[in-house]
């Protein structure tokens, strides 16, 4: 059923050109596969879940990102590991040819390499549940499957399914907390529901418990713990949270959908219709302008910490970078949440993250 979808979203095989279940796999995955403990009851490797001639579920899951919706409904700022090209396979390649260039090299490693395969197609199939299901009792059942199987991973017997696979490589390499993916689903599941956020604090919540979870669990990827790189992750998730809603406003809209805060819409005397028919007015640019000094406030407090964070936490917060070039670009639109150019790609990206890692900053 996974490839069937998989297959529907990257569209159809050639005819001729070997499939996606049928590419070799990379040079050393069975290798590196085999120094990881078996699941327990198990019997076989993770090599062996895979499937004889199966492309292994590394590159099952880089498929599932790169040809996974792209929309801003969930991924509306990507991580540093997937903004700069379409899968972490062509980070490292490039990485390598600049092999040569010394430190230079070096820096480029560290911002590219995260090492977070195994939390982003988790992710990405968590936030798809919702816009992938017709009835929310459908939804509930698939929440219900990622929640045992989450129990399964921590029990070294996860299911012969790729994502839960790498998942449960990531949960053995790096000793991640379970609260923190629990979490991300519990939160996703309330999430079902079709309604808006009734203040700025219920959206706030949310963001903690997923967008700041995926932090968490990231600095403990990179070895941390640190009270002040929590700090600032919380305050990050919630940034990126509010504008994950503002700028999923447009798409939220076309499906008759608004969540913005209803608190804001009050006070402004803003009504949903005024959303869905894009009105322009001072008033729903103000609920906009209110909504972005927050998130705008959030990222203030998050960098206020940056002399008592430690360095190596700095890649795991890169996404800051797109955060403000977001902020920045709805402030020159005079806080029009539907204007054109807030929904193109800002192909000087890129470098603004690199200068961003060369800087130490975040």
Known sequence: MAASTLVSACGPLRPGVPGLCRRRPPRGL????????????????????????????????????????????????????????????????????????????????????????????????????????????????????????????????PPHQPVAIELWKAVKRHNLTKRWLMKIIDEREKNLDDKAYRNIQELENYAENTQSSLLYLTLEILGIKDLHADHAASHIGKAQGIVTCLRATPYHGSRRRVFLPMDICMLHGVSQEDFLRKSQDKNVRDVVYDMASQAHLHLKHARSFHKSVPVKAFPAFLQTVALEDYLKKIQQVDFDIFHPSLQQKNTLLPLSLYIQSWRKRY
């Open 30 to 157: 069975w290798a590196h596969a085999r120094r990881l403990p078996e699941p327990a009851g198990s019997g076989r490797s993770v090599a062996a879940v895979s499937g004889p001639g199966a492309s292994g579920t590394d590159r099952y899951c880089l498929e599932l990102l790169r040809c996974g919706k792209q929309g801003p409904r969930f991924i509306a700022v990507r991580r540093p590991v997937t903004i700069l090209a379409s899968s972490v396979a062509e980070h490292r390649r490039q990485t390598r040819r600049l092999s040569s260039c010394g430190s230079r090299a070096q820096s480029l490693r560290g911002m590219w390499d995260l090492p977070r395969p195994g939390l982003e197609p988790f992710l990405n199939t968590i936030l798809q549940v919702k816009d992938s299901v017709s009835e929310k009792t459908i939804g509930l059942m698939r929440m219900q499957f990622w929640k045992k199987t989450v129990d399964d991973v921590y029990c070294d017997s």
